[in-house]
């Protein structure tokens, strides 16, 4: 069965900087695009980013474009998201999550880890 | 960017009762790129549809999806007790992954 595990998460002062990781299991990970979403506490979701299956393309939200770096290692099933310049409005539970159609972007999210909490705070 | 609105904010139903929960997007999304998701307090959102109308793995058939264009809708026929939650539509056009605010379903 698919399992995706998020880890990392954890209280950080704004402008420090945090690595989740995503173990994948249970699918042919190197097959799909992998997403980043977060939600911040008692909030709707935002997507985060998107990294193709190959690494070679990705893509960001405004939010997080230039502070934030999706990448992937295929031969270990870890999804990462590099997170620097925190601010205290990047506090969320941060899903992994992957794509649904065999090596396209343009898929929907089919799986879903269980989330890592960001709190962001001095 | 594609912004997408969803209404009511809030929908208020009894076991039994039809929901209709619509989305609206700022620009038509193409071939049809918009999914809908359920998620329950504490835990992570669950596809339901995807393609505007096709069900994923294991969703019953009382969850239905229609629309094209900038309007789309989720139907569920008859709410079940574990159907109470919130559920947001999503886009996944190349320009963007963006979701609706969600609507939430409550117990009346």
């Known amino acids: 069965q698919v399992q995706l595990v998020e880890s990392g998460g954890g209280v950080v002062q704004p402008g420090r900087s945090l690595r989740l990781s995503c173990a994948a299991s249970?699918?042919?990970?190197?097959?799909?695009?992998m997403h980043w979403v977060r939600q911040a506490p008692g909030k709707g979701l935002e997507w985060v980013a998107v990294?193709?299956?190959?690494?070679?393309?990705?893509y960001y939200a405004d939010s997080v474009k230039g502070r934030f770096t999706i990448s992937r290692d295929n031969s270990n099933n870890t999804l990462y998201l590099q997170m620097n310049s925190l601010r205290p409005e990047d506090t969320a539970v941060y899903y992994c999550?992957?794509?649904?159609?065999?090596?396209?972007?343009?898929?929907?999210?089919?799986?879903w880890g269980q989330g890592t909490l960001v709190t962001v705070s001095s | 960017e594609i912004v997408l609105t969803q209404s009511p904010g809030t929908l208020s139903l009894s076991p039994g009762e039809r929901a209709t929960l619509s989305c609206r997007a700022s620009?038509?999304?193409?071939?049809?790129?918009l999914a809908w998701y359920q998620q329950k307090p504490g835990q992570a959102p669950r596809l339901l549809i995807y393609g505007a109308s096709s069900r994923a793995t294991d969703i019953p058939d009382r969850f239905s999806g229609s629309g094209s264009g900038t309007d789309f809708t989720l139907t569920i026929s008859r709410l079940e007790p574990e159907d109470f939650a919130v559920y947001y539509c999503q886009q996944y056009d190349i320009s963007g992954w963006t979701f609706g605010q969600g609507t939430k379903v409550e117990i009346k």
């Open positions: 999550a992957s794509g649904s159609e065999w090596q396209l972007l343009e898929s929907c999210l089919d799986y």
């Open positions: 249970g699918f042919t990970f190197s097959s799909y695009a």
């Open positions: 990294i193709s299956y190959d690494g070679s393309n990705k």
């Open positions: 620009q038509s999304i193409s071939s049809s790129y």
